[in-house]
């Protein structure tokens, strides 16, 4: 069976937005990236947003607007690297969904995002040391990444090879065979 529609999880930097975009484009579906979704929706950037009403009030957030965007068919979504942290929101996905967790290991992550901008637009790592903070969510959320259906290697891969990849398995219908029995 085809999937109708992919849901990308990963930690920050795992290159969930970029994988999601190019996915989209290789299949002719839409892309929805749920954190661009939150900025436009409420006018802030994520960083305002989580120095305003903190990250409880985000995570209730994403939980909220998923569902309006997980029932369209020929979709891929980028979901933040959070996510995952939501109780119930992999039980909340329809049937035919194809979850894709990207891994990527801690030095990947400090190399991608955890400098410069890329630490500025995430507040999670404005930490005083964020290589112990990228070492303490990773180890906490990696059982929840683990609940995807497929997961996929990303350090030393480019978005295209990774998008590829996923496309493939796709395509060669080489995908789980129990989409549909999700929340069941
Ligand atoms: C978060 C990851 C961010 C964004 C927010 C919280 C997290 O998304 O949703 O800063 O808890 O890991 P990216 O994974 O796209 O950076």
Partial sequence: MIPER???????????????????????????DLDREI????????AEYFARHGEQA???LETRITPEFTGDPRLVV?????????????????????SVYLRVSRDEVLRRVARGSGRATRPLLST?????????????????????????????RSPWEVAEEIYRAMMSENVPTDLNERGA
Avoid: C, Q
Wanted: net charge positive; no cysteine; proline share 7%.
């Fill in 6 to 32: 992919v849901v990308l999880v990963g930690f920050m930097g795992s290159g969930k937005s970029r994988v999601g975009r190019e996915l989209a484009s290789r299949l002719g579906w839409r892309h929805v």
């Fill in 39 to 46: 900025e436009s929706r409420e006018g802030v950037t994520i």
């Fill in 58 to 60: 985000f995570r209730a």
């Fill in 78 to 98: 980028s979901t933040g690297g959070g996510w995952v942290t939501n109780p119930g929101v992999f039980e909340s996905l329809p049937p035919a969904t194809l």
């Fill in 128 to 156: 005083p040391d964020p290589a112990a903070t990228v070492d303490d969510l990773l180890k906490a959320r990696e059982p929840l990444y683990r609940r995807a259906d497929m997961s996929i290697d990303t350090d030393r």
